[in-house]
Nanobody
Framework: VQLQASGGGLVQAGGSLMLSCVAS????????MGWIRQAPGKEREFVAA????????LYADSAKGRFTISRDNAKNAVYLQMNMLKPEDTADYYC??????????????????WGKGTQVTVSS
């Protein structure tokens, strides 16, 4: 599975962005999908995840109420709608595929596939 993320950019605080991640391969719906971010000088941080059929979602506390993860298995795509962005949301955002249990346990190192990051910068 190859993952390609896009949609990052520069936005003012309070603004919105939607990240997209498109996957290659015919087994997309088998995998839970999620978004992980890494700010400069900081460790990778779980943001949100969605189960293979889209029936279950997980959010970091920092994302609850502001971010929404969704997926379209017909398009092999997962999305992250980010609203009310804050400067502390500034980071490289990566989409990843793996077991929903790994996302639930925040076992980022156990995820199977990663895309290249897309940069999100939120100005104050």
């Amino acid at each position: 599975v190859q993952l390609q993320a896009s949609g990052g950019g520069l936005v003012q605080a309070g603004g919105s962005l939607m990240l997209s991640c498109v996957a290659s391969g015919r087994t997309f719906s088998v995998y839970a999908m999620g978004w992980i971010r890494q700010a400069p000088g900081k460790e990778r941080e779980f943001v949100a995840a969605i189960s293979g059929r889209g029936t279950g979602t997980l959010y970091a506390d920092s994302a609850k109420g502001r971010f929404t993860i969704s997926r379209d298995n017909a398009k092999n795509a997962v999305y992250l709608q980010m609203n009310m962005l804050k400067p502390e949301d500034t980071a490289d955002y990566y989409c990843a595929a793996g077991e929903f249990a790994d996302f639930f346990k925040r076992n980022i190192g156990g995820l199977d596939y990663w895309g290249k990051g897309t940069q999100v910068t939120v100005s104050s």
